[in-house]
T-cell receptor, first 113, second 114 residues
Framework: KNQVEQSPQSLIILEGKNCTLQ??????????LRWYKQDTGRGPVSLTI?????NTKSNGRYTATLDADTKQSSLHITASQLSDSASYIC????????????FGAGTTVTVRA | DAGVTQSPTHLIKTRGQQVTLRCSPI?????VSWYQQVLGQGPQFIFQ???????GRGNFPDRFSARQFPNYSSELNVNALLLGDSALYLC?????????????FGPGTRLTVT
């Protein structure tokens, strides 16, 4: 069974600080890995998409890394802002079925002033 | 430019009833996918439609069905509702161009089954 595991489940950080979220996956064959941001009660919004050949990708203050050999990814948030408070979901796509995405349960990030 | 829209926003149904959820994709997008997100969990894939044809189905019972119309909008139907069907139902649209396909999510429909 394809699985995507995220850690920690939740974290609280002070505004301006950095944090790193982790994602481990067993999805095979691997096609691409995505990070989404989901505000409470809203649909997920894509932050980054990385294919097998990419090991890092940035989107503003968000930087994702991918190690396809160890099947691990991380999302680093730099200089956090109150608006970064949300759930961050790791999503992995398998093989040619790119429409069939496997979602992690998400990490809930709370940024406090 | 309008994003993915879904209706209704919220819905309350009782066990055994049937429900229809609606989704309009971004203009120019021909693919629509449906996901179920139970509270505290990540979304689970239900269906994908492209050009009115079903391209994929997740591990959901036959009580769940969907269709796509000529204007690429889509409906998700759930029959004989169970308490466990309570969830946020998300619709995502895509152009299905070069892999990886970027999927754009709507705000979701919150379904509560009592």
């Amino acid at each position: 069974k394809n699985q995507v595991e995220q850690s920690p489940q939740s974290l609280i950080i002070l505004e301006g600080k950095n944090c790193t979220l982790q994602c481990n996956y067993t999805v095979s064959p691997f096609s691409n890995l995505r990070w989404y941001k989901q505000d409470t009660g809203r649909g997920p919004v894509s932050l980054t998409i990385m294919t097998f050949s990419e090991n890092t990708k940035s989107n503003g203050r968000y930087t994702a890394t991918l190690d396809a050999d160890t099947k691990q990814s991380s999302l680093h948030i730099t200089a956090s802002q109150l608006s970064d408070s949300a759930s961050y979901i790791c999503v992995v796509s398998a093989g040619s079925n790119d429409y069939k995405l496997s979602f992690g349960a998400g990490t809930t990030v709370t940024v406090r002033a | 430019d309008a994003g993915v829209t879904q209706s209704p926003t919220h819905l309350i149904k009782t066990r055994g009833q049937q429900v229809t959820l609606r989704c309009s994709p971004i203009s120019g997008h021909k693919s629509v996918s449906w996901y179920q997100q139970v509270l505290g969990q990540g979304p689970q894939f239900i269906f994908q439609y492209y050009e009115k044809e079903e391209r994929g189905r997740g591990n959901f019972p036959d009580r769940f069905s969907a269709r796509q119309f000529p204007n690429y909008s889509s409906e998700l139907n759930v029959n004989a509702l169970l308490l466990g069907d309570s969830a946020l139902y998300l619709c995502a649209s895509s152009t299905l161009g070069q892999v990886p396909y970027e999927q754009y999510f709507g705000p979701g429909t919150r379904l509560t089954v009592t």
